[in-house]
């Protein structure tokens, strides 16, 4: 059974930094794009990053860039997004999804098929 679980949310002052993993198991990752998403309350869900599914591509969004960064880890099947100057906008629950052999041409949450439960990043001081 395919499934994602994301860890590593939590409060954190603005300007701090977090750490989310997102684990597979009952598949391996080596055939999909893996993409990080965020939904705030009251609000759609929002592409933030991506890794194309074999590690060539990756694709962040521009609210992102320069303070979030994807990466696979030693261990095959997780992936990480490590959380830079964080902001309070930033606050949401965030989501890892894959996309099988997903190019990350696209944030598109919609052309993900598989989603984690998700995990709450809070900004505030």
């Known amino acids: 059974q395919l499934q994602l679980v994301e860890s590593g949310g939590g409060l954190v002052r603005p300007g701090g930094s977090l750490s989310l993993s997102c684990v597979a198991s009952?598949?391996?990752?080596?055939?999909?794009?893996v993409g990080w998403f965020r939904q705030a309350p009251g609000k759609g869900r929002e592409g933030v990053s991506c890794?194309?599914?074999?590690?060539?591509?990756?694709n962040d969004a521009d609210s992102v860039k320069g303070r979030f960064t994807i990466s696979r880890g030693n261990a095959k099947n997780t992936v990480y997004l490590q959380l830079n100057s964080l902001k309070p906008d930033d606050t949401a629950v965030y989501y890892c999804?894959?996309?099988?052999?997903?190019?990350?041409?696209?944030?598109?949450?919609?052309?993900?098929?598989?989603w984690g439960q998700g995990t709450q990043v809070t900004v505030s001081s």
């Open positions: 999804a894959v996309g099988y052999r997903h190019t990350c041409a696209t944030l598109l949450p919609s052309t993900f098929g598989s």
């Open positions: 009952g598949f391996s990752l080596d055939d999909y794009g």
């Open positions: 890794m194309s599914w074999r590690g060539a591509v990756t």
